[in-house]
C-alpha cells in the first residue's frame, strides 16, 4: 500500500553507486538518500485523509511525538493552547501551527526505511525511537488516566530474521525496551498489549486479525480501565 518500489529500488542504486565513488575518492553527483523509500506514496495517502486540518481545529486535544534524527531531541506537534500549558524540558521542542498530516507524516518515518521529514529546522524521524508510547507527553498535558497501548507483545523471546528491514525493525525494539518500561511504569494507569505474533512490519494482511486481538486485550483490561475512569460498571 505505502511502499514505492520504484522508488526503493532507485535509492538502492544511488547509494551502491555513491559506495563505488567514495570507493574510487570521486565526487558524487547523486543525493544521497536518507532511506529505503522516499514515502511519497505514505504522505499522499496522509495528505488525502487529513486534508488540511490542524492541531487548533480537533474536540479533544493531541500531541504527536517525533525526533530529530541530527541531534536527538524529541519534537513535539500540538495546538498553541496545549503548548502555552506546557514547559518544554531540556531536550524537548514544541510546535505548533502546522497540519495535522505534516506532524503525522513525520511520525511514520521508520528510521532507514522512510526518509526523515523536513519541518522548519528539524528533520523528523518517528517518536517511537525515544518514547514508543507517549504516556509521558499526555501526563504533562494533564491527563487524569493514562491507557497505554503496548504492541510489543508478540508471545515470543526470540524472533527468527528474513531480511534487512527484520534486522532493522528489532535492533530499534531492543533499544525501545528498556525505556518503554521506564516510561510506562511512571506514567502508564493502565496497560493494554495485545497478542500480536507472528506479525510483522509489512504484514498488512494481517490487519483485520490485529484488529481483533486489540479488542480482545482491551476487554480483558476493561476492569482496570473502568477503574481508573472511575466507572463502577459497563452498561449492558
Same mark, same amino acid.
Request: charged share 25%; net charge positive; glycine share 8%.
Given at each position: 500500500?505505502?511502499?514505492?518500489?520504484?522508488?526503493?529500488?532507485?535509492?538502492?542504486?544511488?547509494?551502491t553507486?555513491?559506495?563505488?565513488?567514495?570507493?574510487?575518492?570521486?565526487?558524487?553527483?547523486?543525493r544521497?538518500?536518507?532511506?529505503?523509500?522516499?514515502g511519497?506514496?505514505?504522505?499522499?495517502?496522509?495528505?488525502? =485523509? $487529513?486534508? /488540511? #486540518?490542524k492541531?487548533e481545529?480537533?474536540?479533544?486535544?493531541?500531541? %504527536?511525538? *517525533?525526533?530529530d534524527?541530527?541531534?536527538?531531541?524529541?519534537?513535539?506537534?500540538l495546538?498553541?493552547h496545549?503548548?502555552?500549558?506546557l514547559?518544554?524540558?531540556?531536550?524537548?521542542?514544541?510546535?505548533?501551527?502546522?497540519?495535522?498530516?505534516?506532524?503525522?507524516r513525520?511520525?511514520?518515518?521508520?528510521?532507514?526505511?522512510?526518509?526523515?521529514?523536513?519541518?522548519?529546522?528539524?528533520?523528523?524521524?518517528?517518536?517511537?525511537l525515544?518514547?514508543?508510547?507517549?504516556?509521558q507527553?499526555?501526563?504533562?498535558?494533564?491527563?487524569?488516566?493514562?491507557?497505554a497501548?503496548?504492541?510489543?507483545?508478540?508471545?515470543?523471546?526470540?524472533? =527468527? $530474521?528474513? /531480511? #534487512?528491514?527484520?534486522?532493522?525493525g528489532?535492533t530499534?525494539?531492543? %533499544?525501545? *525496551?528498556?525505556a518503554?518500561?521506564?516510561?510506562?511504569?511512571?506514567?502508564?494507569?493502565?496497560?493494554?498489549q495485545?497478542?500480536?505474533?507472528?506479525?510483522?512490519?509489512?504484514?498488512?494482511?494481517?490487519?483485520?486479525?490485529?484488529?481483533?486481538?486489540?479488542?480482545?486485550?482491551?476487554?480483558?483490561?476493561?476492569?482496570d480501565?473502568?477503574?481508573?475512569?472511575?466507572?463502577?460498571?459497563?452498561?449492558?
Amino acid at each position: 500500500m505505502f511502499i514505492d518500489e520504484f522508488a526503493a529500488v532507485e535509492n538502492f542504486f544511488v547509494m551502491t553507486a555513491r559506495l563505488f565513488f567514495d570507493f574510487v575518492h570521486i565526487p558524487s553527483p547523486f543525493r544521497s538518500p536518507l532511506g529505503l523509500m522516499r514515502g511519497t506514496k505514505l504522505e499522499r495517502f496522509i495528505k488525502e =485523509k $487529513l486534508k /488540511n #486540518i490542524k492541531f487548533e481545529n480537533g474536540h479533544t486535544e493531541l500531541a %504527536i511525538t *517525533t525526533v530529530d534524527i541530527n541531534c536527538g531531541t524529541k519534537v513535539i506537534f500540538l495546538s498553541r493552547h496545549t503548548r502555552q500549558r506546557l514547559r518544554a524540558m531540556r531536550d524537548q521542542v514544541f510546535i505548533s501551527g502546522i497540519p495535522v498530516w505534516e506532524a503525522v507524516r513525520a511520525s511514520t518515518a521508520v528510521p532507514g526505511i522512510f526518509e526523515p521529514k523536513r519541518v522548519k529546522d528539524y528533520l523528523l524521524v518517528d517518536g517511537g525511537l525515544r518514547e514508543n508510547v507517549p504516556a509521558q507527553v499526555l501526563k504533562a498535558m494533564g491527563a487524569d488516566a493514562v491507557i497505554a497501548i503496548d504492541l510489543g507483545n508478540n508471545g515470543e523471546e526470540c524472533r =527468527k $530474521l528474513r /531480511n #534487512i528491514i527484520d534486522v532493522m525493525g528489532q535492533t530499534i525494539d531492543i %533499544i525501545r *525496551t528498556d525505556a518503554l518500561e521506564y516510561v510506562l511504569d511512571g506514567n502508564a494507569d493502565v496497560r493494554v498489549q495485545p497478542l500480536l505474533k507472528g506479525v510483522g512490519a509489512w504484514d498488512f494482511e494481517k490487519i483485520p486479525s490485529i484488529i481483533a486481538q486489540g479488542e480482545y486485550a482491551t476487554r480483558q483490561a476493561l476492569p482496570d480501565i473502568l477503574r481508573v475512569c472511575g466507572i463502577n460498571s459497563v452498561r449492558k
